[in-house]
């Protein structure tokens, strides 16, 4: 296979649990290269995602690693060859590849949380409330660029619009709910569509009100992103260097945790309902 460019991040997820299990057999590169019949080089390529690995290859290489757990084998032969092109292809070399591997990620979850505390999440947005917040951090932007941004955003919600959605579970802060990223109206009407996104059956949303006492996680906000198995779980972050992709299991599991603990002290989603309604007559 012909070496990539630049390798997604699911294709660099690959390579990245292929090098995992190779560690946890005590191997070292080059004897997983002789296994192959290849160098260390072309090696150290499939570990980077920059060459792809056949199903043969890819089984061969987890009996030689010993790995028994077959659900996450059989994962990493999906992402393997998984080869069709996405919608969000469309968007390549127009938008950042941040915003092309989320895309990818999500298409490919199981199921989503996500918690934020300045801005609505992203898949609850309206086109005035993306196009809002789009405008006013890329300012410097056409507004064509704009508007490819806004077009990218609301196509992502097809993973909870389409007639086999993912489970989506949102928790989010009141001063999100509060802070006007478009006008008054473009407000109301934010907070209208969560309402009705939430009478859906595989959404939940919980906020969390400014009156919480002890409440020391406003720097807490993610997505995450849940895999075939918990091992290939992602969590994105915002980073003042850009999109960071967590996938280090130790890191993972304190996320989990995280989100769960943040779950339980936010609103049900009943009084989180009644909490948003009260918030939209005020506006």
């Given amino acids: 296979m012909p070496p ?9 997820r690959l390579g990245a649990e292929l090098r995992k299990l190779r560690d946890a057999a005590g191997l070292k590169a080059t004897e997983a290269a002789g296994l192959l019949g290849v160098n260390s080089v072309q090696m150290s390529q499939i570990e980077s995602g920059v060459v792809g690995v056949s199903e043969e290859r890819l089984r061969r290489l987890a009996a030689h690693y010993a790995c028994a757990d077959e659900q996450l084998v059989s ?13 969000w292809e469309e968007y390549r070399g127009l938008l950042p590849h ?41 300012h410097r932007s056409s507004e064509a660029e704009v508007e490819r941004r806004v077009e990218h955003r609301m196509r992502r919600r097809v993973i ?8 989506y579970e949102v928790v989010v802060h009141e001063a999100a709910l509060r802070i006007r990223v478009g006008d008054r109206a473009a407000m109301k009407a934010q907070l209208g569509r969560i309402l009705d996104l939430s009478d859906a059956a595989h959404i939940t949303v919980r906020v969390i009100p400014f009156d919480l006492d002890a409440f020391a996680g406003a720097g807490s906000a993610m997505v995450y992103a849940g895999g075939p198995v918990p091992k290939l779980d992602t969590v994105v972050r915002d980073a ?13 599991s304190h996320f989990r945790t995280l989100f769960h603990r943040l779950e339980a002290v936010a609103l049900d989603p009943g009084r989180a309902r009644d909490f948003i309604h009260k918030l939209t007559k005020e506006l």
């Fill in 160 to 167: 909870i619009e389409r007639p086999d959605p993912i489970p």
């Fill in 4 to 12: 990539r460019r630049q390798p997604t991040a699911r294709q660099e």
């Fill in 98 to 138: 941040s915003f092309l591997d989320l895309s990818e990620l999500e298409h490919h979850a199981d199921f989503r949380w996500d918690v934020d505390f300045l801005h609505i999440p992203g898949l609850l947005q309206t086109e005035s409330y993306a196009r809002a917040l789009f405008g006013y951090v890329n």
């Fill in 75 to 87: 994962a990493l032969v999906s992402m393997a060859t998984d080869r069709r092109r996405g919608w």
């Fill in 240 to 252: 003042p260097h850009g999109t960071v992709f967590v996938n280090a299991e130790a890191q993972l």
